[in-house]
């Protein structure tokens, strides 16, 4: 097979001696022959190799032997802080390169990581990602604003609830729309809620990989209380799309203040056994404390939220910087630690679930009435009613599921605070009934990147206690 032509003179290869020559083609079929050409494919081991360097293969990924001094400074994570206690440098004739993943969930996920290890001391690491390729973001312009949240709903699966907000208010923002304050209302309880059934599902798998196997049957335990009031409400455990733009999906059932009270009795019960099996067990201490360390500054330069950045003492959370859906009017705390370990990560969370109970009692003490989405019929369907009076109601509830509704021209970033992070969604509009463009900020991409900053200089068995205290969920990182 004829080598591709190159890409400035169009030229090809001359077949080797021997080789079967094709017959003359006339001067139509030549155009034709050179289109074949272009886009034949290239076979191993037919030409020369092509240096893969160039592309995003799993090969062009690898950690190298010898990389530059800018490469190794961020796989040793000495880019901000010069904190890699290497001693003696060694020789690659000391180390080995060794893989960790991807295989879930031993990595949480489908992540891969290479490691460097200079016998049982971990010298470089390089996180790689891409093996889920969701696709969400370009899938996203492909549907219709009011289909948006079913496909995000899906990219951090643990706090579904959370882009779905984040989706929606960024929809909104785009077209001027004012939300009824009991929908507001609904989706900071819903949010809050999502935000304690997460940090229990953090808890009990890193129980898990730390040997605590209770603490993983606890964790899921409190955990169930919690789903079952979202499946009593949504229809559904996981994958709602139950926040929309315009508001939610439906009011909130029968009893749900009742509900809401017997979670929040069970979750802190539930915590303070947590507490009293691992924050003073002699084994999680010594798994934990000084494991994992990043300091404020590399936060800052990595990009690094959520509970990981407020344990290392940065006292910032988008409810409190930015608030949105009228959480300003609720009290609650933002936990601060300064030691920027595992172990202060577990107190932040544990900290945090009691925060988000406090909000969602409050939420329950002071519901507005009235609607739980927005009247405007430019965005929000007529009542299930009216479709069988109206035909101009049915008209306009089939096209709005059909096409949709259309979103002025401009473009919009709006975040909230997930539990893992600053969760945001860029979204385009050129005027029509889908994005143009829909760019998220993952916050669990931002955190596994630091991954070289937590483990290097660390030991081998500290990976899995290190990378479950940054609580990735990859379906946020591979979108």
């Known amino acids: 097979m004829s080598k591709p ?10 077949p080797p001696p021997g080789a079967e020559q094709a017959p003359p083609e006339s ?23 092509v240096d893969t360097g160039r592309f995003t293969d799993e090969g062009a990924q690898e950690m190298l032997l010898e990389e530059e001094a800018a490469v190794l400074a961020g796989q040793r994570g000495t880019l901000v802080v010069d904190d890699y206690a290497a001693g003696v440098e060694p020789s690659t004739e000391q180390t080995q390169i060794v893989n960790m993943g991807p295989q879930h969930p031993a990595t949480h996920g489908v992540l891969r990581l290479q490691v460097e290890l200079d016998g ?24 219709t604003f009011m289909q948006g949240p079913t496909n995000v709903t899906r990219m951090d699966y643990l706090s579904p609830f959370h882009n779905e907000l984040a989706f929606s208010l960024a929809v909104e923002r785009l077209l001027g729309l004012e939300i009824p304050p009991r929908a507001q209302a609904i989706r900071v309880l ?42 009593k409400t949504t ?22 203040e009742e509900d809401v009270a017997a979670i929040e009795e069970t979750v802190l019960a539930g915590l303070a056994d947590y507490e009293g099996l691992l924050m003073e067990n002699p084994i999680f201490i010594e798994r934990t404390h000084g494991v994992g360390v990043i300091t404020p500054e590399e936060c800052l330069a ?50 945090e679930i009691r925060q988000s109970l406090r909000i969602a009692r409050q939420v329950a003490e002071t519901m507005p009435l009235g609607d739980y989405r927005s009247e405007d019929r430019k965005v929000t369907p007529p009542p299930r009613a009216r479709l069988d ?27 909230v605070e997930s539990p893992r992070g600053e969760l945001g969604m860029y979204l385009v509009s050129s ?22 900053v937590m483990l290097t200089g660390s030991l081998i068995a500290d990976t899995i206690s290190a990378l479950a205290s940054v609580d990735p969920v990859m379906g946020d990182v591979d979108r």
């Not at 998220?440 to 955190?447: E, K, Y």
Request: a negative charge; proline letters at 6%; glycine letters at 10%.
């Open 5 to 14: 032509p190159d890409s400035v003179t169009g030229d090809t290869e001359a």
């Open 27 to 49: 001067p139509g079929d030549q155009g034709k022959a050179k289109r074949r050409v272009v886009h034949d494919l290239w076979l191993s081991g037919t030409e020369a190799p």
């Open 120 to 143: 049982e001391t971990i010298r470089r690491v390089k996180p790689i990602i891409g093996y889920l390729h969701t696709g969400m973001e370009r899938t996203g312009e492909t549907l």
């Open 190 to 231: 819903m949010t809050e809620l999502n935000r304690v059934a997460s940090h229990l599902l953090w808890a009990a798998t890193t129980g898990l990989d730390l040997g605590a196997l209770s603490m993983m049957i606890y964790g899921w335990r409190e955990r169930e209380a919690v789903l079952a009031f979202f499946e």
């Open 235 to 256: 229809g559904l455990r996981m994958n709602h799309n139950y926040i929309r733009p315009g508001g939610v999906a439906a009011d909130l059932p029968d009893g749900w």
């Open 302 to 351: 990595y990009g690094v939220t959520g509970p990981l950045a407020r344990a290392s003492g940065i006292d910032f959370d988008l409810r409190k910087a930015f608030p949105y859906s009228g959480i300003e009017q609720y009290e609650f705390d933002v936990p601060t630690t300064e030691h920027g370990d595992v172990y202060d990560r577990f107190i932040v969370r544990f900290e």
């Open 389 to 415: 009076q109206s035909m101009e109601a049915l008209i306009h509830h089939f096209k709005i599921f059909t096409e949709g509704f259309k979103v002025p021209a401009g473009e919009v970033y709006e975040a």
């Open 431 to 452: 005027g029509g009934a889908k994005p143009w463009r829909l760019h998220v900020r993952g916050p669990s991409f931002a955190n596994v990147q630091a991954l070289p």
